[in-house]
């Protein structure tokens, strides 16, 4: 991952977007061949056997070699650190997927065993140390010789300096999208996210990589997920192309009971926006990785959840059957919002999951953690089943990963939610309420059915609060736009947050999805 691709979350993840790259020739082919283990056939049922196996027995924790070396790799150290690309076993590969390792670090201090497949054998890629050039002066001679590699990532097909795809540290994976540039990040589990005492962070393991039958640049990854409660196996398909799709194959095997499952879980950063009063001494308008949670119902609605950056760290459920689709999306993509041309937040990839199968009762959760800085990842979604998980039970699911710019199956028949901006309640020239007192809430909307109706004054905004009183309703369209706006005042007292929802509607007609909201008045 270049360093034009901008700043990132968390700080492994950082690192690997730094960890540059190299043209070395003359060395790689022969340091290749060499690297290989021995051949062993290889299946996903062979996978998904093993880590039923692994399941019955306790968990042992991955070793971590030379941890006090290996923690002095910080993030300085680790930009000084470059794979040689000519080292790597698919290095000269006609519409293959060019492949490139990471250094272990002190965010990453744990090796991943990785293997090439080919033929139905895997065979290990050995870690040799002359596989990185380390301009850190007497690193090479104290890092052992079996050392081992932090994760990889899957380069452009023609074998440039930039990748769209990587997977490093715990569960974690992350693709550049449609714009080349990487934002937030996909979990393989949660476990025990939002609960009382630690989350648990089950990692890869091990990977086996192989071509993708019939998609130029495409790969096929397969993973062993390994954690105190849980084990799994895991098949990935991704392909580049107009963004980047990942199909997602696995199995999870419980060791112990899990108090909350996630599946399919993103991580994101949402430090402050245009919906919030500012919480943070920046020079830019807005700064975030994602900008809203989208949902597709089972039961057909749209519903968009502008996120927030709380006071205190928020769980909220989305109850659902058998879900359409979910993803925490960027929807803002202009970068007079953000102005920032180093992190490139208007580029940011969405991220959206498109459940295969039946996925039950459950809920959509989002998790909302106060932030003081954009380093912090301080935002998750995951699906959780309904039910109690309990040790012995054994899952299967299936979903598609959409890495690009706008989420897919865009609601056509309704209009979008394209901005939620908030303010002092009240009317110009007016005596104004106390801010703390009355909230004035401006939802603006586009496309569907309000795109080219011409200007009138029977939409309707059709509002809810759970708490709180409603006042001062109207709807435009905004002059010279294609834009809607809704607009309304919420009175409230004391500091307990109100739900608030929100939709445009012409007589019976509903004409955008559903707006959601949590705010929490100041006190």
């Known amino acids: 991952m270049d360093g034009s691709r901008g700043a990132t979350r968390r700080s492994f993840l950082a690192l690997a977007a730094l960890t540059g790259s190299a043209w070395l020739a003359g060395y790689g082919g022969a340091l290749a ?85 080919e033929g139905g054998e895997a065979r290990e890629i050995v870690y040799r140390p002359g596989m990185f050039e380390r301009d850190v002066p007497g690193l090479a001679d104290e890092l052992p010789e079996d050392l081992g590699f932090a994760g990889f990532r899957v380069m452009d097909p023609a074998d440039g300096p930039s990748d769209w795809l990587a997977f490093q540290g715990a569960s974690y994976f992350r693709s550049a999208g449609q714009s080349d540039q990487y934002g937030l990040s996909a979990r393989g589990v949660a476990i025990d996210t939002a609960v009382e005492g630690a989350e648990e962070f089950p990692a890869f393991t091990e990977f086996w990589l192989e071509d993708l039958a019939d998609v130029a640049g495409g790969v096929r990854i397969h993973a062993l997920l390994d954690g105190p409660s849980v084990t799994g196996a895991y098949r990935f398909d991704a392909r580049p192309g107009e963004g980047v799709i990942m199909d997602v194959e696995t199995s999870l095997f419980f060791r112990r009971a899990v108090r909350r499952l996630g599946l399919a879980p993103l991580t994101s950063m949402y430090w402050f ?194 708490r709180g009183e409603v006042s001062g309703r109207y709807v435009v369209r905004v002059v010279g736009t294609d834009i809607w706006r809704a607009v309304f005042d919420l009175a409230t007292s004391g500091g307990m947050g109100v739900d608030l929802r929100c939709h445009l509607r012409l007589g019976d007609r509903t004409l955008s999805e559903t707006w959601l909201y949590h705010y929490v008045p100041a006190v």
Request: no cysteine; glycine share 8%; aromatic share 10%.
């Open 273 to 466: 926006g245009e919906n919030e009063p500012r919480r943070a001494v920046d020079w830019r308008p807005e700064v975030h990785d994602s900008d809203g949670l989208a949902l597709w119902t089972g039961a057909g609605e749209r519903i968009f959840r502008p996120l927030t950056n709380p006071p205190t760290v928020r769980l909220h459920s989305f109850e659902d059957r058998n879900p359409k689709g979910f993803g925490l999306v960027q929807r803002d993509r202009d970068f007079a919002s953000y102005q920032d041309d180093g992190a490139f937040y208007d580029r940011r990839p969405s991220l959206w999951v498109e459940p295969k199968g039946d996925w039950g009762p459950g809920s959509v959760q989002l998790l909302e953690i106060p932030t003081d800085d954009e380093i912090h990842d301080n935002i998750a979604a995951f699906w959780s089943p309904a039910g109690a998980v309990t040790a012995g039970d054994a899952m299967r699911f299936a979903y598609r990963l959409h890495w690009r710019d706008r989420q897919p199956y865009p609601p056509d028949a309704v209009a979008s939610v394209v901005a939620t901006r908030t303010g002092r309640g009240g009317r110009p020239g007016q005596a104004r309420p106390d801010a703390s007192a009355v909230r004035k809430f401006v939802i603006d909307f586009r496309g569907g059915p309000i795109s080219e109706m011409e200007p009138r004054y029977d939409v309707e905004a059709v509002v809810s609060a759970s």
């Open 33 to 117: 061949r060499s690297s290989s283990g021995r051949a062993v056939p290889f299946s996903y049922d062979r996978l998904r056997s093993r880590a039923r196996r692994m399941a019955e027995d306790a968990f042992r924790p991955r070793p971590t070699p030379a941890p006090d070396i290996v923690q002095r790799i910080d993030f300085d150290a680790v930009q000084k650190i470059r794979f040689r690309p000519d080292a790597a076993p698919w290095a000269v590969r006609p519409g293959g997927a060019p492949i490139r390792f990471f250094h272990l670090h002190r965010f990453a201090p744990s090796p991943v065993r990785i293997h090439r497949v």
